[in-house]
């Protein structure tokens, strides 16, 4: 027992002397530990997209400007000279607004006006850019009736201001002549007050000027009143409406181009017979008026106004040639191909492009004529001088005349 605890005890003496060596012993350090970075994550962002310019907009046709004007006129008998005046120079003053630049719209009214007890007290034609329509109207006007001095004149006022179909846009240049040489009932009880009409033109943007015949006192008291209310002007004129009867040397050779730029109009369709009324009433008549309406028409580019003329229909897109019934076209075009008609059309509108320029020469020339005799020293204004004064007046900045 005593060897073999001897044995044991050896033993632990080497494994303490093997411990104590290797604790001496310089100790290897540990290597550090890594650790693994942790992965960025970028997100992926899809490239912004070239820059592109944006288109530039789309430019927008600016409509022509506009004028809208209704004459109001006394057809009593003592204005039979006011009316001959009227119907004699309604193209010219048509024809003057037409020139102006830029080429406005114009859509034209009229009242005709007498008193109670008359045939009628009001007779009314709304706005139409239809002049061979209007100047029908007001050759249909005749001075008649009367009797006591006042006419209905506040009827008159009321139709040309609240009947009348205006524009709503504010841009459009709206204008109401009263014309007459006699003061307004104030007796009647019907609810018509002159004053309060006009002064409600002007709230809706509607000018009213006055224009007397003749030098009534009362009359001119009332007129004044009616311009002023309705923002207008007034101005006197002869009791004949001064309008004075000029001819020219160049009326002859407009009239006779007047009858050729007619002959050019070819009505189809539901209008045919109305076309074919306004070339025949257009092609007769008086001689200056013929030759203010060719003036007017040339300045518009057309033969007649209104619907159904086929070669203003098939400049506009409106018609389509071999797209329409046969029977809706005119006479000579029924038996035609679709290639005859489009050269028929086109020869019809190449003669009537030719007239127009015949006319635009001559109608300057007879311009010129016109003013040099209004210039004249002691000629007194008269009706169409001062429609022509008053309308590039309150036109002027939109209008050049």
């Not at 005593?2 to 411990?19: E, H, Q």
């Not at 509607?206 to 008291?221: F, Q, S």
């Not at 001819?247 to 070819?266: F, H, I, M, Q």
Request: hydrophobic share 40%; proline share 7%.
């Amino acid at each position: 027992m005593k060897r073999r605890s001897t044995t044991y005890a050896l033993f632990a003496g080497a494994l303490l002397l093997v411990a104590l060596a290797a604790s001496a012993m310089p100790r290897k350090p540990h290597p550090p530990t890594v650790v693994p970075p942790v992965p960025t994550i970028v997100p992926v962002v899809a490239p912004p997209p070239p820059k592109v310019d944006p288109p530039p907009p789309v430019a927008q046709q600016q409509r022509a400007p506009r004028v809208e004007v209704v004459f109001a006129l006394d057809t009593t008998g003592s204005m039979d000279g006011l009316i001959d005046g009227a119907k004699r120079k309604i193209w010219s003053i048509a024809s003057y607004i037409a020139g102006a630049q830029p080429k406005p719209e114009l859509r034209v009214g009229l009242v005709a006006y007498r008193d109670l007890g008359d045939a009628y007290v009001t007779r009314f034609f709304d706005l139409s850019d239809d002049m061979d329509v209007v100047f029908k109207h007001l050759s249909s006007f005749r001075a008649d009736g009367g009797g006591d001095t006042p006419e209905h004149v506040a009827k008159a006022l009321h139709d040309a201001v609240e009947r009348t179909s205006w524009s709503q846009d504010g841009q459009v240049l709206k204008i109401v002549y009263l014309v007459g040489d006699a003061p307004p009932h104030t007796d009647y009880t019907d609810g018509y007050d002159y004053k309060a009409i006009a002064r409600r033109a002007a709230r809706m943007g509607i000018r009213v000027n006055t224009i007397l015949c003749g030098d009534d006192p009362e009359a001119k008291v009332a007129w004044l009143d009616i311009a002023h209310a309705g923002r207008g002007e007034y101005a006197s004129i002869a009791q004949s409406g001064g309008v004075a009867r000029v001819t020219t040397p160049y009326d002859d050779k407009l009239a006779e181009l007047n009858r050729r730029l007619v002959g050019t109009a070819l009505g189809y369709g539901a209008h045919r017979a109305e076309v074919a009324a306004k070339t025949a009433a257009a092609a007769s008549g008086d001689v200056a008026i013929a030759a203010d309406r060719a003036a007017f028409a040339a300045k518009k580019g057309l033969a007649v106004s209104g619907e159904g003329e086929l070669l203003n229909d098939v400049a506009s897109g409106k018609a389509t040639l071999g797209a329409m019934p046969a029977a809706s076209l005119p006479a000579p075009m029924q038996a035609m191909s679709p290639g005859e008609q489009r050269a028929y059309v086109a020869g019809k509108q190449a003669e009537r492009t030719k007239v127009i320029d015949e006319i635009n020469a001559i109608a300057g020339k007879r311009d010129a004529f016109l003013k040099k005799e209004a210039a004249r020293p002691g000629r007194a204004a008269g009706f169409d001088d001062e429609v022509r004064r008053s309308i590039s007046k309150e036109a002027s900045g939109v209008l050049a005349f």
